[in-house]
């Protein structure tokens, strides 16, 4: 399947961004892979040629230190050349550890202090509205992120502006940088929370395609913003790296390590 393989793609970009021996975001990159890859290459109207079209539908990686997993998406779609990947956090190049939309075409807005991005994407969504754009605004939240307070205060406030443009996606892969969330900050019951601060709740398997663009498509039809809970593995595609977050949140590869995702990620399979 096509998005199957973008998704592959954008796995083997986020490998060729981190390099030998520099710590990069692979597990969170990777649990997120499908999705982006759906949203870019399926979903969303986007024009690599007219990056600040008025009504282009808005991305927002609220969980910005995976940057290089929107870095592998906007060169994947032409925004830039995919030579530059492998300069990802050097000095001088402009893909840094989080976005920064002053620097790299497609990016909306510098993301990664954690909690902000979806305030931002309601407040994209109600400008769009008063323009009288029918875009949508979708941000990518990780489910550790969830114990900020202003996404519940920007989910409260969707709800009552009634927002349905707007496109929340959580992450759920149940781990952060030093543990498990259920250890380290419990947020249970998400679907019921989000229905309970009015929000159109869908639940998928975040890696299966199909149930990606069907909720992707059903988020059209909505008087009321929609919740996407995407349940995830992180690290996922590499056996190594698989739910193992001290290891593989924010840690650098080995060459041997680097060579052989580069290889699978080339050919398809499993390491």
């Known amino acids: 399947m096509e998005l199957e393989k973008k998704a592959r793609a954008l796995r083997k970009n986020v490998v060729m961004s981190i390099g030998v021996g520099n710590a990069g975001h ?44 929107q870095y592998s998406a906007l060169a994947e779609a032409g925004y830039f050349d995919i030579s530059e990947l492998p300069r990802t956090k050097s000095i001088g190049s402009k893909l840094q550890g989080h976005p920064d939309a002053r620097k790299v075409a497609g990016i909306e807005a510098c993301t990664g202090s954690l909690g902000q991005g979806l305030s931002i994407g309601l407040g994209m969504a109600l400008g769009l509205r008063l323009d009288g754009y029918d875009s949508k605004v ?38 952060q ?22 929000w159109r709740v869908l639940e998928i398997d975040g890696h299966n395609i199909t149930e990606i663009t069907n909720a992707l498509d059903a988020s059209d039809n909505s008087e009321q913003p929609t919740v996407i809970i995407a349940n995830t593995v992180k690290g996922k595609g590499l056996d190594y790296a698989e739910n193992h977050p001290a290891g593989y949140h924010n840690m650098p590869l080995t060459q041997e390590q680097f060579d052989q995702a580069m290889e699978l990620f080339s050919t398809g399979g499993d390491v």
Do not use: C
């Not at 024009?47 to 600040?52: G, L, V």
């Open 177 to 198: 940088a030093q543990g498990k969330t259920a250890e380290r900050f419990p947020i249970d019951n998400i679907a019921e929370k989000w229905t309970a601060f009015g």
């Open 26 to 69: 692979l597990g969170g990159s990777f649990s997120a892979a499908e999705i982006v890859a759906a949203l870019y290459f399926y979903k969303m109207k986007h024009d690599p040629k007219n990056p600040t079209k008025p009504d282009r539908d808005r991305f927002l990686l609220s969980k910005g230190h995976v940057a290089i997993l």
């Open 138 to 175: 979708y941000v990518l939240i990780g489910d550790g992120e969830l114990a900020e307070g202003q996404i519940w205060e920007a989910a409260m406030a969707a709800s009552a502006y009634k927002a349905n443009k707007l496109v929340a996606i959580v992450d759920r892969n149940n781990v």
